[in-house]
């Protein structure tokens, strides 16, 4: 099967309550993982690449991996832009075979973030690539770039209707409480979502596909791994995993996880060289890594997003 847009797997996702997964990747090791756990499961797949797993792995490498794992597995895999800064890094995933990009104006005033996403549906939609668009600001780091809890905001549900309709995307990210990276609720406190206004959007664009980005779990076992054998992390906290499990089942159809990815990928890596001192084989620390992260995303699949069997 070649690589396919998202738009039949959020049709099937949106009709069956659950989620797709859209899971980052920066090199091959993360690639076998993931393609390895959904082609066991049978679960169809967003391989996204950021602007900063461009820079580190050449758009090239990333696109030839990604197509060796479509060969490798048989799988329908969405490649899709993460977070796409302006038209210009769209149009280059969109002419470099990604089939799906993104686009974030959503630190742009309204009227500014329609025209750019805009621009880049009207290139996007030419070229049989379909676009996420984003409204609402989520915190934490993004590339370079690190959004203070207080500069972010929630989606405004008055504002999706308006913003769909001019702009003509085919899923929207919205902002309900979810930020980027490790740490995400101060420690202590319980993490609540505004499920409400997942709701009130969802009753406003009935059938749209609604994309939850910041969904990582910050799994403790991970943690503690990496802990254990000379890491630091405290106070890391995520997604409680029900709280996942309820936004699969309602309108929400992509959950973006990536530091769950770099968890798994570090603790495999921390823990093998913090008891092999002497080992300086890429393979022998490398191998538990990737182990690491085909386990995380088998469970990803099967017990959060519900999507195993729906390839
Ligand atoms: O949303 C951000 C993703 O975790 C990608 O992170 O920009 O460091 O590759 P990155
Ligand atoms: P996490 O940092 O929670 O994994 O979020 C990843 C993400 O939203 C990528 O766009
Ligand atoms: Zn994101």
């Known amino acids: 099967m070649p690589l396919v847009t998202s738009t039949e797997m959020f049709q099937k996702a949106y009709a069956g309550g659950y989620a797709i997964g ?5 090199n091959m090791e993360i690639i076998q993982g993931i393609t390895e756990a959904a082609a066991e499961v049978r679960a169809p797949l967003i391989l996204q690449v950021s602007a900063g797993a461009r820079k580190y792995a050449k758009h090239v490498y990333l696109m030839k991996l990604i197509e060796a794992a479509e060969a490798d597995t048989g799988l329908p895999i969405c490649v899709h832009l993460d977070h796409g800064a302006d038209f210009e890094v ?31 549906v009207d290139y996007a939609h030419d ?16 590339d370079e770039v690190k959004v203070n809890a ?4 929630y989606t405004d549900p008055g504002q999706v209707e308006e913003f769909v309709g001019a702009t003509g995307v085919d899923s929207l990210a919205i902002a309900i409480g979810t930020s980027h990276g490790a ?3 101060k420690p202590g406190t ?14 406003r664009l009935p059938g749209f596909p609604i994309v939850l980005h910041g969904a990582s779990s910050v799994i403790p076992e991970y943690v503690e791994t990496i802990n ?13 995993e029900d709280m996942l499990r309820k936004a ?11 530091s769950d990815l770099r968890l798994a990928m570090t603790a495999g890596v921390r823990d093998y060289l913090y008891h092999n001192p002497a080992d300086f084989d890429p393979r022998a620390y490398l191998k538990p890594g990737r182990a690491n992260i085909k386990a995380l995303v088998k469970h990803k699949l099967i017990s959060v997003l519900g999507c195993d069997g729906k390839a």
């Open 248 to 258: 699969a089942s309602m309108a929400v159809c992509k959950i973006n996880i990536d």
């Open 127 to 142: 070229h049989g690539v379909v676009v996420e668009g984003e409204l609402g600001r989520l915190a934490g780091v993004e």
């Open 90 to 120: 769209c149009k280059s995933c969109i002419d470099g075979g990604f089939t799906s990009v993104m686009i974030d104006g959503s630190s742009l005033p309204f009227e500014e973030n329609i025209r750019v996403t805009k621009q880049v």
């Open 228 to 240: 254990a054998n000379g890491g630091h992390m405290p106070d890391a906290i995520g997604v409680p």
């Open 190 to 203: 319980k993490p609540q979502l505004r499920f409400d206004i997942l709701e009130e959007v969802s009753r």
């Open 150 to 153: 207080a500069d972010s905001s």
């Open 183 to 185: 740490y995400k609720f």
């Open 22 to 26: 859209a899971f980052n990747v920066n």
